[in-house]
């Protein structure tokens, strides 16, 4: 099972950057939540967004209004769409999946969380 992650960069401050991640495996039977995390030098890991698979949606407070989280279940899919971004979103960003497992005919929770990259966004 593996999360491969991808966009990032560097922008300047006002602009706009998308992140995208998939995951993949050939025992993943279902995928609940799906979100976004992120880490800051010197600071915890934070969750940025999240989203259920029925769609329902929860943003950090600093975020609301400027970043929108997607997903797409059939090609098993989060996106991350981060407008208007600040100094203060630079951080390695991190996809993560509360997945079950199929596998030896029994099912497993499993969590599992992406590779990280890096948004730098400059004054």
């Known amino acids: 099972v593996q999360l491969q992650a991808s966009g990032g960069g560097l922008v300047q401050a006002g602009g706009s950057l998308s992140l995208s991640c998939a995951a993949s495996g050939r025992t993943i039977f279902s995928i609940h939540d799906m979100g976004w995390y992120r880490q800051a030098p010197g600071k915890l890991r934070e969750s940025v967004a999240n989203i259920t698979r029925d769609g329902s949606i929860q943003y950090i407070d600093s975020v609301k209004g400027r970043f929108t989280i997607s997903r797409d279940n059939a090609e098993n899919q989060v996106y991350l769409q981060m407008n208007s971004l600040k100094p203060e979103d630079t951080a390695v960003y991190y996809c993560?999946?509360?997945?079950?497992?199929?596998?030896?005919?029994?099912?497993?929770?499993?969590?599992?969380w992406g590779q990280g990259t890096l948004v730098t966004v400059s004054s």
């Open positions: 993560h999946a509360d997945l079950v497992l199929f596998k030896s005919g029994s099912y497993y929770q499993h969590e599992s």
